[in-house]
């Protein structure tokens, strides 16, 4: 059973590409406006629509990336990446913990 928490980090995309994550944000659906969660399967849920799938089928959109209406907008990101802003966000995040670090680090896998 997935244990979920709030998604609140800075933007994976960005590190990826080797520029600052900016500030820890909520996360956003982008389609449906809803807020978005983070399991310790590595897997992302909005709450809204309940769309759901693993963390490396999503992409990434924030201020930083310029336009929201062009096409690269939102950027995929990497598994390292991913990885650096989710143990930020673990440290600072209660729901979270060491436990659940580290079940997300093995389920999130290399990509």
């Not at 336009?67 to 990885?83: E, G, L, M, W």
């Amino acid at each position: 059973m997935a244990n979920w928490a709030k998604l609140k980090m800075g933007c994976p995309a960005c590190v990826a590409q080797g520029d600052e994550a900016g500030p820890a944000t909520m996360w956003v659906h982008a389609s449906c406006g809803g807020k978005m969660k983070i399991s310790d399967l590595a897997e992302l849920k909005c709450t809204s629509c309940d769309t759901q799938s693993h963390i490396q089928n999503w992409r990434w959109g924030c201020p930083k990336h310029g336009d929201p209406t062009k096409q690269d907008y939102y950027r995929p990101t990497n598994a390292s990446a991913i990885a650096a802003q989710i143990s930020v966000a673990a440290a600072i995040t209660p729901t979270m913990g060491k436990k659940w670090l580290m079940k997300f680090l093995d389920n999130l896998g290399e990509w």
